[in-house]
């Protein structure tokens, strides 16, 4: 923490420096130089690799342009006294200079720099270098292609470089902290963070299914081999699509957070992200794009599995053009389509029912994996692996007959057990233990929600 603290001031003292000169060099009528690696002798600090400014610095391999303006976009978060220079206003016609750019933001109380701005420091009057500064601030860098900064958009007419500069999500806090920083769960960003406590061997599936999800997590690990080491990026689109389908409780939700465990490491994570499309479906025209959008761009740079239960209910069937809500509905169909294809990383959609979900998804997906319902034998692992070893047992329990007895998923084995073991736990008369008919009654309440009655 305080070698990264360390450096930061450091970094932004060297950008004040900077700033100061190019406010003597302006003003004085002095030769402008567009060699940020010698402003008057003015060098940045190096870049320790061990703090979280450094690894950036080190892994985009940032010149001395590009530092500048990444420390211009961190400014206002961190040291905004720093830009008050810039509310110097032109005597001449009474306002703020031209070239300094910038705005006053509504509720922040000091200056907010905008891409002319950072072509001021880095540039003066010299085009050349402001044209270096303009590439830097194209949608081809690596600024923009991994959402490190963000231009927030000046209006259609007026020149690009007059939007404001913003750190992208997380940036803040993996300069200051050297970590990635979760996003907060709102209408902004409906999605949150799946954090699976199980292991594969909870998973009791055939092994058929384990094998189709095991072509997930090789892709997960292995893709950079396929599509850059061995070429395949000219033929495949980028990023994998399965389709999760089956009973609710098969086990769809519990594989897409293991998928997520599995594939992370030390290095690298790939949490998965349960997509909350009740937030997402917006009534409102243009909405739901615009909600979508958010996922998709944050997790475009992240790594990051997006995982959409329930999906058709936004993937769902496409109708005829009757009205203009059935016209926009198709819209947002379309909209999917084309981010999905686009997106370079992985997205897992779970449904009930495969026949509920639009057929251009389903051929645009690299594997369909169905859950289906656990036989008996899955049913008694299931049984075994969610009672334990700890759960006080009374001896009226035989799992093989409740197995062979009661066609129940997963997810119903669950809550039974939750049922049964409530029941055990509050029982007063003599010792506490789960017993059959604990058990008996929390499956009936299972069948009955599904329209079913004990037999």
Not at 79 to 92: S, Y
Not at 101 to 107: F, V
Not at 326 to 350: K, P, T
Request: glycine fraction near 8%.
């Amino acid at each position: 923490m305080n070698k990264n603290l360390n450096l930061i001031e450091k970094e932004l003292g060297w950008l004040g420096q900077v700033i100061d000169y190019r406010f003597m060099t302006y003003f004085n009528g002095t030769t402008d130089t567009d060699d940020m690696s010698d402003p008057n002798g003015l060098k940045p600090p190096d870049a320790d690799k061990s703090t979280g400014l450094g690894k950036l610095i080190s892994e985009y391999n940032l010149g001395l342009t590009e530092r500048m303006i990444l420390d211009l976009t961190l400014v206002p978060s961190l040291k905004p006294q720093m830009l008050d220079l810039f509310f110097t206003r032109n005597k001449k016609f009474d306002r703020g200079f031209t070239e300094f750019g910038g705005i006053k933001g509504e509720q922040h109380g000091g200056f907010l720099p905008t891409g002319e701005t950072a072509a001021f420091i880095a540039a003066g009057t010299d085009l050349k270098a402001r044209l270096k500064v303009s590439e830097v601030l194209s949608q081809e860098h690596v600024f923009f292609k991994h959402d490190l900064i963000r231009l927030h958009p000046s209006k259609d007419d007026e020149p690009r470089l007059s939007g404001t500069l913003v750190p992208g999500p997380g940036l803040l806090h993996k300069v200051c902290y050297d970590r990635s920083a979760e996003p907060e769960f709102n209408h902004k960003f409906p999605a949150q963070k799946l954090v699976s406590t199980h292991e594969w061997d909870d998973l009791v599936l055939h092994k058929s299914v384990l094998s189709k999800l095991s072509e997930i997590t090789a892709w997960i690990d292995h893709q950079s081999t396929l599509m850059d080491d061995w070429g395949l990026s000219r033929n495949l689109k980028p990023g994998y699509r399965s389709l999760f389908y089956g009973s609710p409780g098969t086990g769809k939700t519990m594989a897409a957070g293991l998928i997520g465990k599995q594939t992370s490491s030390k290095d690298k994570n790939h949490d998965v992200y349960r997509v909350d499309l009740s937030m997402v479906v917006s009534k409102y025209i243009g909405e739901t794009e615009k909600n979508l959008s958010r996922i998709f761009d944050r997790a475009e740079h992240q790594n990051w599995i997006l995982f959409f239960d329930e999906a058709d209910s936004l993937f769902g069937q496409r109708t005829q053009t009757k009205s203009s809500n059935d016209r926009y509905s198709n819209q947002e169909v379309s909209y999917l389509l084309q981010r999905i294809e686009s997106f370079n990383g992985v997205i897992l959609l779970a449904t009930n029912l495969k026949e509920n979900i639009d057929e251009a998804f389903t051929r645009r997906f690299q594997s369909v994996i169905h859950f289906p319902l656990p036989d008996k034998n899955q049913r008694l692992q299931l049984w075994d692996n969610i009672l334990g070893n700890k759960m006080p047992l009374s001896d009226d329990i035989d799992l093989k007959h409740i197995s062979e007895s009661y066609e129940l998923a997963g997810g119903s084995i669950i809550n039974a057990v939750r049922f049964g073991a409530l029941k055990a736990v509050q029982r007063t008369n003599g010792e506490v233990k789960l017993t059959r008919s604990d058990l008996v009654e929390g499956i009936r309440r299972e069948l009955k929600k599904q329209g079913k009655s004990l037999v």
